[in-house]
């Protein structure tokens, strides 16, 4: 079975220009969730959808951030315009959706996005 | 609020030795808590988890108990290899959906 995927792997962007992250959950996962870590500080939550619904986005930083799931298959995250800030691993990670929640949540292997 | 600290790496040790990397955490309710591990040029992956008081989760040779009373999740291994050098995370999520919140990440680098 095919685990998350994310792409691109890297991006290095210059400050003002548009980025936008894709992520693959595990086929048949409804749970989808985006976090970062931002220059080896702790993973943060940004945002969970399920289906293509956004449950929870209370972690996303400001308007400059927007993150889609259209027919709750994959995700995108795009950061526009980019700031200096925004440099740091974009994680997505994927659960099923099972009674009484609290389900193992699998990460992708992120992406690297450096903005100067 | 919620929030996970764990012991600040970087983290040194000889193979064979004896590993802890202490966590405490603050939640309201009752949180799962959990250990992931990021290897060099990978995702991250859980390595265990435990989801009540007084449970142990265990995997790999690596154990932490669910300690409500210290509120803590402390992450043990007897016996360190080289492959286990790796940056570990601590984390915690509460509530039926599983955002999960993390400590800062400690790096272990383990030397021959």
């Known amino acids: 079975e095919a685990g998350v995927t994310q792409f691109p792997s890297h991006s290095v962007i210059e400050k003002g220009q548009t980025v936008t992250l894709r992520c693959d959950p595990i086929s048949g996962h409804d749970n989808l969730y985006w976090y970062r870590r931002v220059m080896g500080k702790e993973i943060k939550f940004l945002l969970h959808?399920?289906?293509?619904?956004?449950?929870?986005e209370s972690g996303m930083p400001n308007n400059r951030f927007l993150a889609e799931r259209t027919g709750g298959t994959y995700s995108t995250l795009k950061v526009q315009p980019a700031e200096l800030e925004d440099s740091g691993v974009y994680f997505c990670?994927?659960?099923?959706?099972?009674?009484?929640?609290?389900?193992?949540?699998?990460f992708g292997p992120g992406t690297r996005l450096l903005v100067l | 609020g919620n929030s996970v600290t764990q012991m600040e790496g970087p983290v040194t040790l000889s193979e064979e030795a004896f590993l802890t990397i202490n966590c405490t955490y603050t939640?309201?309710?009752?949180?799962?808590l959990f250990w992931y591990v990021q290897y060099p040029g990978e995702g991250l992956q859980l390595l265990l988890k435990?989801?009540?008081?007084?449970d142990k989760g265990s995997n790999k040779g690596f154990e932490a108990t669910y300690r409500k009373e210290t509120t803590s999740f402390h992450l043990e291994k007897g016996s360190v290899q080289v492959s286990d050098s790796a940056v570990y995370f601590c984390a915690l999520s509460v509530g039926g959906y599983n955002k999960l919140i993390f400590g800062a990440g400690t790096r272990l680098a383990v030397h021959p």
């Open positions: 959808f399920v289906k293509e619904s956004k449950q929870d």
């Open positions: 435990a989801t009540k008081a007084d």
């Open positions: 990670a994927s659960s099923q959706d099972l009674p009484g929640g609290r389900e193992t949540q699998y």
């Open positions: 939640a309201t309710g009752y949180p799962s």
